[in-house]
């Protein structure tokens, strides 16, 4: 399943990407993740939890932030499987442009899966995108706050 987007984000790219690095941020993309550890620079493991009528489904996965092009391209990577509950890949090139404003953040990339995850994904599959999202526009407004917070917004060219 293909998987693509854009936003505008009111700082600067560098500043971004840091954010897209950080543990912090990287909890909130894997919703309804626990656990997550890091297994070196980028890497890291995490477990989703799913119930599924009378099983609980533990999914041990791995996620991995790669700077392919320093300053400006993430590929982000995130994969879980299960023996019974079949596997899950999300795999997204983030490029960060800077802007006079700050960064145009566009990201494209796809979903694969196999055995119950991709009947579960199937069943929900008109959704995913807009979920891909509805998450950047959350890691929008966290780093968009964070930067007030610490005053390095940056200020619309001077119009006039």
Known sequence: MQISGQTDILVPPAHAIEALQSR???????????????????????????RLAVITLNLPGTLSVTETAP???????????????????????????????????????????????????????SRI???VAQIMAEFKMRVQTEARLAAIVVKPANRG
């Open 24 to 50: 912090a941020h990287l909890e909130r993309f894997l919703l309804g993740t626990s656990g997550l550890k890091e297994t070196g620079p980028g890497q890291y493991s995490f477990a989703i939890q799913r």
């Open 71 to 125: 300053g400006r391209v993430c590929h982000f990577e995130a994969k879980a499987a299960h023996l019974i509950g079949g596997s899950a890949q999300l795999a997204l090139d983030m490029t960060f442009d800077a802007t006079p404003r700050g960064t145009h953040l566009t990201w494209i990339g796809t979903l694969d899966s196999s055995g119950l995850a991709r009947q579960v994904l199937r069943e929900k599959e």
């Open 129 to 131: 995108g807009d979920v």
